[in-house]
């Protein structure tokens, strides 16, 4: 796999990624952004897995946080079905 550089990488599909995710962009509107997650879901809220999910009143586009085409829209990249195995740092 060939390194790419990337100027804010999140890890995890909760609540923290997608909103940092968010306030990011608003706060650098040219830098490279993406939310990498071992999940195949766009960040999803959590505690809905036990309070809606399982028992079959919430599918998984209720569980979104944002809308389908938001991540498209603010240029984050979902890097879903992934798992990070080294992360460079640099100051």
Known sequence: MTA?????LLLGGGVASATAARVLRTEDQSASIAILCDETLAPYQRPQLTKGFLDGSLDTTQMAIHEAGFYTDL?????????AALARTCH
């Not at 240029?75 to 798992?83: D, Q, S, T, V």
Request: overall charge positive; hydrophobic content about 45%.
């Open 75 to 83: 240029r984050i990249e979902l890097l879903l079905g992934a798992r």
């Open 4 to 8: 790419r550089k990337i100027d804010y």
